[in-house]
């Protein structure tokens, strides 16, 4: 696991690629250390000059768009003598927050230094560097961010961080999650329902958990297994959103697998699961123990036996893992800071206010994915489904409301409709369209509260070019990461903290964004296997159950921020993640609930839109 001492190293890949050509050879002259960078200085050849470059330093990113640069370089003419100078750079960038790339359009020398020389030959030396400059350079965001200077972060949002009910497991279990009051569905051709803000069956309720049936007289009550099932279960339909259930029907003779508990909750929660008792190792430098049978995040602070538990990018304590547990970020002892970057909990950094990784990570949150779209072309494929006729609720503290029986974000600001679909703004006199894509955005919408369940909107904004297209632009809030202010720093929460009943209507219901990391499917029960990967730094939910799909397809899926419901389809989008010696990046998909998935712009297509 590398992380702060190694992201200087990081930074100096960024600008390998500003030098790259069919004649370099292998950069430095001394071997790669263990992180895999060749280190400083690099040497490249051009027609008989060599160039030396040392390590690069980044001066300013200015609206995350203009990045300016300076280096110390060796210049060499082919049959000459060596000359040191600086030379100063400066380029436009287009970011791919989904590829983690940052693409520097047409870099020029700013200026170019020569101490030793004379005017006339330094002209003629900033001229030979400029050979070496390639019209465009690929970068990693990552690097790019561990090298720009850390600004005062902005202030945090007002989220509200209660704790969720958190579950303790010593064996194999599955947290059987509701979304509020169960919802029934009809089954078709049955006399069968499903609850469709969960996944199971009807008045004895059924659960299938890997190739075994669990049943229960209440969803709340004792799971045990069964191998009788109703008659009319085996006419559920031969189509997608059934098929995997299919399979175990009748179930199989030898189900095989450890019979799982079962935690039930009707809001979100969270499950600490352990393979038998705790066991804790120490973490040197520190007063601090983590817990190592467990990919759930736990220590100890052995001073006060305190317990310590991350989820969604927010701390919480506890005298007892049963709790009751509190809120706990911005009273972390100063141990958690100390974590050496070669302990395989170092991976928890980014999530550790004043860290240099919780800075990076508050820095690359604020960094704009841009679209450019061509209105009529993105505008013709906007439709908007409500269950029923539409109903609006007001934004509490506004004088707007918001849409409550569809997936998608209509918000009415005085007699418009306004529509932010796949990060891209639309308005419309009717609620239901036809749709026109936007040319700006009512100041009013960036007053929504991070209250409301549409505040993730407030995150993107849009503005005309003179081509005719708009350029759209959101950051990370709009996927549900969230800047929370600390008295000793900022970092990344996953989810506002507010929790809000779902709609209902016929059969269907549309959940609101998760109140902590990553929705919880939309419904569903899940294995319990929060995991932490040491290697990569990634903590999350592994998620090998799906409800009526077995654990063969997710089939299913809800994106609370930016998709829409369906069944006997995914739909889901990256909510948040951290990479090992990168910062926290809320825009890839494994932080608290994985959800990797396509772009929240997926929607628009190649052929009429542009990231950058």
Same mark, same amino acid.
């Given at each position: 696991?590398?992380?702060?001492?190694t992201?200087?190293?990081?930074?100096?890949?960024?600008?390998v690629?500003?030098?790259?050509?069919?004649?370099?050879?292998?950069?430095?002259t001394?071997?790669?250390?263990?992180? @895999?960078?060749?280190?400083?200085?690099?040497?490249k050849?051009s027609?008989?000059?060599q160039?030396?470059?040392?390590q690069?330093?980044?001066?300013?990113?200015?609206?995350?768009?203009?990045?300016?640069?300076?280096?110390?370089?060796?210049?060499?003419?082919?049959?000459?003598?060596?000359?040191?100078?600086?030379?100063?750079?400066?380029? !436009?960038?287009?970011?791919?927050?989904?590829?983690?790339?940052?693409?520097?359009?047409?870099?020029?020398?700013?200026? $170019?230094y020569? *101490?030793s020389?004379?005017?006339?030959?330094?002209?003629?030396?900033?001229?030979?560097?400029?050979?070496?400059?390639?019209?465009?350079v690929?970068?990693s965001? !990552?690097?790019?961010?561990?090298?720009?200077?850390?600004?005062? %972060?902005p202030?945090?949002?007002?989220?509200?961080?209660d704790?969720?009910?958190?579950?303790?497991?010593?064996?194999?279990?599955?947290?059987l999650?509701v979304?509020?009051?169960?919802? =029934?569905?009809e089954?078709?051709?049955? /006399?069968?329902?499903?609850?469709?803000?969960?996944?199971?069956?009807?008045?004895?309720? &059924?659960?299938?958990?890997g190739?075994?049936?669990?049943?229960?007289?209440?969803?709340?009550?004792?799971?045990s297994?069964?191998?009788?099932?109703?008659?009319?279960?085996?006419?559920? *339909?031969?189509d997608?959103q059934?098929?995997?259930?299919?399979?175990?029907?009748p179930?199989?003779?030898?189900?095989? @697998?450890?019979?799982?508990?079962?935690?039930?909750?009707?809001?979100?929660?969270?499950?600490?699961?352990?393979?038998?008792?705790?066991?804790? $190792?120490?973490i040197?430098?520190?007063?601090l123990?983590?817990?190592t049978n467990?990919?759930?995040?736990?220590?100890?602070?052995?001073?006060?036996?305190?317990?310590?538990?991350?989820?969604?990018?927010?701390w919480?304590?506890?005298?007892?893992?049963?709790?009751?547990?509190?809120?706990?970020?911005p009273?972390?002892?100063?141990?958690?800071?100390?974590?050496?970057?070669?302990?395989? %909990?170092s991976?928890?950094?980014?999530?550790?206010? @004043?860290?240099?990784?919780?800075?990076?990570?508050?820095?690359l949150a604020?960094?704009?994915?841009?679209?450019?779209?061509?209105?009529?072309?993105?505008?013709a494929?906007?439709k908007? #489904?409500?269950?029923?006729?539409?109903k609006?609720e007001?934004?509490?503290?506004?004088?707007?409301?918001?849409?409550?029986?569809?997936?998608?974000?209509?918000i009415?600001?005085?007699?418009?409709?306004?529509l932010c679909?796949?990060?891209?703004?639309?308005?419309?006199p009717?609620?239901?369209?036809?749709?026109?894509?936007?040319?700006?955005?009512?100041? #009013?919408?960036?007053?929504?509260?991070?209250?409301?369940?549409?505040?993730?909107?407030?995150?993107v904004?849009?503005?005309?070019?003179?081509?005719?297209?708009?350029?759209?632009?959101?950051?990370?809030?709009?996927?549900?990461?969230?800047? =929370?202010?600390?008295?000793?720093?900022?970092?990344? %929460?996953?989810?506002?903290?507010?929790?809000?009943?779902?709609?209902?209507?016929?059969?269907?219901?549309?959940p609101?964004?998760?109140?902590?990391?990553?929705?919880?499917?939309?419904?569903?029960? !899940?294995?319990?296997?929060?995991?932490? /990967?040491?290697?990569?730094?990634?903590?999350?939910?592994?998620?090998?159950?799906?409800?009526p799909? @077995?654990?063969?397809?997710?089939?299913?899926?809800y994106?609370p &921020?930016?998709?829409?419901?369906?069944?006997?389809?995914?739909?889901?989008?990256?909510?948040?993640?951290?990479? %090992?010696?990168?910062?926290?990046?809320?825009?890839?998909?494994?932080?608290?609930?994985?959800?990797?998935?396509?772009?929240p712009?997926?929607?628009?297509g190649s052929s009429?839109?542009?990231?950058?």
């Amino acid at each position: 696991m590398k992380l702060r001492t190694t992201s200087l190293l990081y930074c100096l890949i960024v600008f390998v690629a500003f030098f790259a050509s069919p004649f370099e050879r292998a950069f430095g002259t001394a071997a790669p250390n263990q992180s @895999g960078d060749p280190g400083w200085p690099r040497e490249k050849y051009s027609n008989g000059t060599q160039l030396i470059i040392y390590q690069p330093q980044v001066d300013d990113w200015k609206n995350f768009q203009d990045l300016s640069w300076r280096m110390a370089v060796s210049l060499t003419p082919k049959g000459g003598k060596q000359v040191v100078g600086v030379v100063e750079m400066k380029g !436009h960038t287009d970011i791919d927050n989904v590829a983690k790339v940052a693409v520097i359009t047409n870099p020029k020398v700013a200026g $170019a230094y020569f *101490p030793s020389l004379d005017k006339a030959t330094a002209d003629k030396m900033e001229q030979l560097f400029k050979t070496f400059v390639p019209p465009t350079v690929s970068i990693s965001l !990552h690097s790019l961010i561990a090298s720009t200077p850390k600004k005062e %972060a902005p202030a945090g949002v007002q989220l509200n961080n209660d704790p969720p009910k958190i579950f303790v497991g010593y064996r194999p279990s599955i947290l059987l999650s509701v979304n509020g009051e169960p919802v =029934l569905s009809e089954v078709p051709n049955t /006399n069968l329902k499903f609850v469709v803000n969960t996944d199971n069956g009807n008045s004895a309720y &059924y659960l299938a958990v890997g190739q075994q049936w669990l049943t229960a007289s209440s969803l709340e009550g004792q799971w045990s297994p069964t191998k009788k099932l109703p008659a009319d279960m085996s006419k559920v *339909p031969q189509d997608k959103q059934w098929s995997a259930l299919k399979k175990f029907i009748p179930p199989p003779a030898k189900s095989g @697998g450890v019979t799982p508990a079962v935690f039930y909750s009707d809001k979100p929660a969270e499950v600490i699961l352990f393979n038998g008792q705790p066991v804790y $190792a120490q973490i040197p430098g520190t007063q601090l123990t983590y817990a190592t049978n467990t990919d759930s995040v736990v220590f100890v602070f052995t001073p006060t036996q305190q317990f310590y538990y991350l989820t969604a990018g927010r701390w919480f304590s506890s005298m007892d893992l049963q709790g009751p547990w509190t809120y706990a970020t911005p009273d972390l002892p100063a141990d958690f800071a100390k974590i050496p970057p070669s302990s395989p %909990a170092s991976a928890i950094l980014a999530s550790v206010p @004043g860290t240099e990784e919780a800075k990076d990570a508050v820095l690359l949150a604020q960094v704009p994915t841009m679209i450019t779209v061509n209105q009529k072309e993105a505008a013709a494929k906007v439709k908007v #489904e409500y269950a029923g006729d539409p109903k609006f609720e007001p934004i509490k503290g506004t004088s707007m409301a918001y849409a409550t029986n569809t997936a998608d974000k209509v918000i009415k600001v005085g007699d418009v409709y306004y529509l932010c679909l796949q990060g891209v703004w639309f308005m419309s006199p009717n609620s239901t369209g036809p749709w026109t894509t936007c040319t700006s955005v009512p100041q #009013e919408i960036y007053a929504i509260p991070p209250s409301s369940p549409v505040y993730n909107v407030t995150y993107v904004t849009q503005t005309p070019n003179p081509d005719g297209t708009v350029t759209a632009n959101y950051t990370a809030g709009y996927l549900g990461a969230f800047i =929370l202010g600390a008295a000793t720093g900022a970092i990344i %929460a996953n989810g506002s903290g507010y929790w809000w009943p779902p709609y209902a209507y016929g059969g269907y219901y549309y959940p609101y964004a998760a109140t902590y990391g990553g929705y919880y499917g939309g419904y569903g029960y !899940h294995y319990a296997t929060p995991y932490y /990967n040491s290697a990569t730094g990634a903590y999350g939910w592994k998620q090998t159950a799906y409800g009526p799909y @077995g654990s063969a397809t997710r089939g299913a899926g809800y994106n609370p &921020y930016t998709g829409t419901y369906a069944r006997g389809a995914s739909v889901s989008t990256p909510y948040g993640s951290r990479s %090992a010696a990168q910062a926290y990046n809320p825009y890839t998909g494994t932080y608290a609930q994985t959800r990797q998935g396509s772009s929240p712009t997926a929607q628009w297509g190649s052929s009429y839109v542009s990231r950058g």
